[in-house]
């Protein structure tokens, strides 16, 4: 089973933030949260990831709870190039021994 | 250039046959992944080699026989192929000190 908990879908506006939230409520302390797109028919592609403080890149910030139980991604001007299914999965920094597990994620739908 | 390449793209086929589906990375990782992604867009991890030893071994039926035959390579072959067998199969690389997994479009494998 997942270690995550993720809302099945969600619809945001195009040019506004998009906040998709990632429950991980039993991370482990060298658990780290990752975040991952499949654009329709893709392969799944990186977005960001964390261990306990917020994170910013060129595609989006992550926001992680000070207890680490929770996450949320922000696409701060969501396109209609951003709809796609978001996978939040937790993960050891080395993923060589440690099986990564991907629950369903939240389809962002982005409406004109 | 493509990081994480596979052949073939589509692959449509009789029950009861052998085929194989290849990847390659040329990113310098030293761990490769095979994942399978059903109709139900559910994505899971069948295979996982690091330096081309084969580090997870999920519970798949051992017509599923993945070899690499270096670093940069994770084949799949798939014996005596059934109906579900279809799905997408994404090969996918990891390494360096980060986690960050990345993935290959994809073979659509289908099976009549």
């Known amino acids: 089973d997942a270690k995550t908990t993720q809302p099945p879908s969600m619809d945001c506006a195009e040019g506004r933030a998009a906040n998709l939230p990632c429950n991980h409520s039993?991370?482990?302390?060298?658990?780290?949260v990752y975040w991952y797109r499949q654009i329709h028919s893709q392969g799944p592609q990186y977005i960001i990831h964390g261990l306990k403080n917020n994170e910013t890149n060129e595609m989006a910030s992550l926001i992680i709870t000070e207890d680490r139980k929770s996450s949320t991604l922000i696409l701060p001007h969501a396109t209609l190039r951003d709809t796609a299914v978001y996978y939040c999965i937790v993960q050891k920094m080395k993923t060589s021994y440690d099986k990564v597990i991907f629950g369903p994620g939240t389809s962002l739908s982005v409406i004109p | 250039d493509t990081a994480v390449s596979q052949t073939p793209k589509y692959l449509v086929t009789q029950m009861g046959n052998d085929k194989s589906i290849k990847c390659e990375q040329n990113l310098g990782h030293d761990t490769m992944y095979w994942y399978k992604q059903d109709s139900k867009k559910f994505l899971k991890i069948m295979f996982s080699?690091?330096?081309?030893?084969?580090?997870i071994n999920e519970t798949v039926p051992n017509r599923f026989s993945p070899k690499s035959p270096d670093k940069a390579h994770l084949n799949l072959h798939i014996n005596s192929l059934e109906l579900g067998d279809s799905a997408v199969y994404f090969c996918?690389?990891?390494?360096?000190?980060?986690?960050?997994?990345?993935f290959g479009p994809g073979t659509r494998l289908l099976v009549l």
């Open positions: 039993t991370i482990s302390g060298n658990e780290y």
């Open positions: 996918a690389s990891s390494g360096g000190r980060a986690g960050t997994q990345y």
């Open positions: 080699y690091n330096n081309k030893e084969l580090i």
